[in-house]
């Protein structure tokens, strides 16, 4: 690791516990830090912790506003998200359909500011009896069937306002890991909490399921294409925010 990415971590690990950050490496090429910044997707965190730091004559005025301006894109694009499902939940909650919202959808909430933990996607686990209601239900909504998205886990719908909804009936495919798999998956509907997006009530997975969930879906995308450091954000949230109410054991 480089001091540039050293730099980039520090700023980050800041920002993700809304503080500012105040400590310089030698040699940054804060143009490289700008391209980690867009490429993990973080601009808007790492914003948060140098608006008031002493780092900012460091970075620049130009690359703080650039980063200041992708926040502000970022909180409004993602406040529409949250809107949006709003919507799309409320109907799964009319219509009596239990959904479990993955990934960015809850640990979001761990941050200091929610709206700059972006999302492109919105990922629920429904039983697999629902799936059909389910697409049926966002068709209704205006969302379109994505026939190139469909795989063996999921199938995909994409809305011209709302984010794109991955509507899971397993939470990973089966290739790589256990055959326990489906039994456990089966287990987490009793284990599931409540959560809100927005004003609709549904379901997250238990603070259990939802490290070990974080875990292996880095691992399936190790496996693959690689993850970004944005994943890691998540998982170290979870684990400050709610590690005491994880029964680590189990």
Avoid at 46 to 55: F, M
Avoid at 64 to 93: C, D, P, W, Y
Avoid at 194 to 208: I, M
Avoid at 221 to 231: D, E, I, K, N, P
Wanted: with cysteine; net charge negative.
């Amino acid at each position: 690791m480089n001091n540039t990415q050293r730099q980039f971590v520090d700023i980050l690990s800041a920002g993700i516990r809304g503080r500012s950050a105040e400590t310089l490496y030698e040699d940054v090429k804060w143009d490289d830090l700008m391209d980690l910044a867009k490429a993990h997707k973080v601009e808007g965190i790492i914003y948060l912790a140098l608006r008031k730091s002493e780092l900012v004559n460091e970075i620049g005025e130009e690359n703080l506003n650039k980063l200041k301006k992708t926040a502000i894109m970022t909180g409004i694009a993602q406040a529409r998200h949250i809107k949006g499902l709003e919507q799309v939940f409320s109907r799964f909650v009319e219509e009596d359909i239990p959904v479990i919202v993955l990934k960015g959808l809850v640990v979001r909430e761990f941050y200091p500011q929610p709206d700059q933990r972006s999302m492109s996607d919105a990922d629920i686990l429904v039983h697999k009896g629902d799936v059909e209601k389910v697409k049926e239900l966002l068709i209704e909504i205006g969302y379109k069937f994505l026939e190139d998205h469909i795989a063996s886990h999921h199938i995909a719908l994409a809305h011209y306002q709302y984010p794109v909804v991955e509507v899971h009936w397993n939470l990973f495919k089966r290739d790589g890991f256990s055959e326990e798999l489906a039994n456990y998956e089966k287990l987490i509907w009793n284990d599931a909490i409540k959560v809100s997006v927005g004003e609709s009530e549904v379901l997250s997975l238990g603070y259990e399921d939802l490290s070990l969930h974080l875990c292996m879906h880095m691992a399936a995308h190790l496996a693959s294409t690689g993850f970004g450091v944005r994943q890691l954000c998540d998982l170290v949230l979870l684990v400050e925010k709610q590690g005491s109410e994880i029964a680590w054991n189990k």
